[in-house]
Nanobody, 114 residues
Framework: QVRLVESGGGLVQPGGSLRLSCAAH????????MGWYRQAPGKQRELVAT???????TYAHSVKGRFTISRDVTRNAVYLQMNSLKPEDTAVYYC????????WGKGTLDTVSS
């Protein structure tokens, strides 16, 4: 079993930055990829960015050039640096880990508003 604990996020003005962190606990040796998904009000959950243990990265088209995902394998953690934030980035952001199963964090609300 893997437990994911997210931190960071909150309220920021358009054009601002936020940094999300996610630490994995438990059977972390089973994890291959980690990443972030988000769900805006009234919309389906969507991929934001993922990174595999080999360092392969995938970004959603809408965040390319603005968001950066990174991973610290020694700390079993994944990070999401979000720059040039837009109101449409407002969502609950969920940490995800792929291993023997799909694991999810509880989510953190990020609001981009003036």
């Amino acid at each position: 079993q893997v437990r994911l604990v997210e931190s960071g996020g909150g309220l920021v003005q358009p054009g601002g930055s936020l940094r999300l962190s996610c630490a994995a606990h438990g059977s972390v040796f089973t994890i291959n990829a980690m990443g972030w998904y988000r769900q805006a009000p009234g919309k389906q959950r969507e991929l934001v960015a993922t990174i595999t243990s080999g360092g392969n990265i995938t970004y959603a088209h809408s965040v390319k050039g603005r968001f950066t995902i990174s991973r610290d394998v020694t700390r079993n953690a994944v990070y999401l640096q979000m720059n040039s934030l837009k109101p449409e980035d407002t969502a609950v952001y969920y940490c995800n880990a792929e291993g023997w199963e799909d694991y999810w964090g509880k989510g953190t609300l990020d609001t981009v508003s003036s």
